[in-house]
């Protein structure tokens, strides 16, 4: 029995000697080999590689796919003309030489975010310092996100290298910050009342002009026509007199006559009016006195 399980530990230490001699590498990473906390070897490319047990030899893992970092810082920074902006931008970057990786920047891929961040708001600052909010907001933006990536590359490519790639540099959003926003909003709401109220002013002095204009026209449209219709008027009674004065010219007496009974109905146009006459002696009522013979 004891043979059997010394066998048995034996083998379970080989075994155990054996697991922490081998080590897979995954397509996403690179293997990292240290001996003695200096970097062995490294594994870019994926599958069962060995080494030696620990403490002689570990094995790290960094990601070499391609990364983004997004920016989380809120202040400010000031453009051309002294306005303080607030932009989000991201970037594209990936690990592609581990060993300057590690020596120059960290062992994992928090330590390259942390600094990059701080690299890429610095180019940031640098470049929206030269430029207006317009240009920020033009077709100009390309340029400035090419010229931050530029730098970008300057400075990991540097004397001490990164060993990472910059791959794009983004900006999603430019607004003011929050500390003038409310005063820009309330600029733009006077100038919006500015404009208002000067178009209701242009309409309402175009209002009265057209009101003014068009009560001269109807005062000459009036005019116009009182002077036809008096006109007119003028020549009908003209020929209304005319026509009288013909068919009166041939009987006069009928003509007196009829001018009384004119008069006889005008005076009594109503059962109110009254006459204080004195029949006898009066010539209005010669016409009923004669029993018609004026008509005769």
């Known amino acids: 029995m ?10 379970l230490v080989v075994l155990a000697l054996l697991s922490s001699t081998l080590f897979v590498v995954d397509q996403r990473q690179f293997g990292v080999v240290y001996a003695l906390g200096q970097i062995k070897e490294v594994i870019t490319e994926p599958g069962l590689n060995w080494k030696l047990p ?37 970037v594209r970057w990936r690990i592609s030489d581990p060993s300057e990786y590690i020596r120059n920047v960290g062992l994992d891929e928090s330590a390259g975010a942390l600094q ?20 920020l907001l033009s077709s100009k933006r390309e340029a400035l996100m090419a010229d931050v990536k530029r730098e970008v590359l300057e400075t990991v490519r540097g004397a001490k290298p990164w060993g990472v790639d910059i791959v794009d540099v983004r900006i999603t959003r430019v607004d003011y910050a929050e500390t ?22 242009t309409g309402a002095a175009e209002g009265e002009k057209i009101r003014a204009e068009a009560d001269r026209q109807r005062d ?14 003028g020549e009908g009674d003209a020929e209304a007199a005319r026509v009288y004065a013909e068919a009166f010219g041939k009987d006069p007496q009928f003509a007196q006559f009829y001018r009384s009974l004119e ?32 008509a005769r």
């Open 2 to 11: 004891n043979r059997i399980g010394f066998f048995v530990t034996s083998v």
């Open 54 to 90: 620990p403490p002689f030899q570990n094995v790290r893992y960094i990601d070499k796919r391609l990364l983004t970092l997004d920016s989380t810082d809120t202040e400010p920074m000031l453009t051309a003309e002294k306005q303080r902006v607030v932009i989000d931008w991201y």
């Open 116 to 135: 990059l961040n701080r690299v890429v708001r610095n180019a940031f600052q640098e470049e929206i310092n030269r430029r207006t909010v317009r240009e």
């Open 180 to 201: 003038i926003t409310e005063s820009v909003y309330r600029r733009m709401e006077a100038e919006r009342k500015r404009v208002a109220n000067e178009l209701r002013s």
């Open 220 to 233: 000459i449209t009036i005019a116009n026509a009182y002077r036809d219709a008096q006109k007119v008027k």
């Open 263 to 294: 008069a006889y109905k005008e005076s009594f146009a109503k059962k109110s009016d009254v006459l204080v006459l004195d029949p006898s002696q009066s010539d209005f009522f010669k016409a009923y006195r004669n029993g018609g013979a004026a």
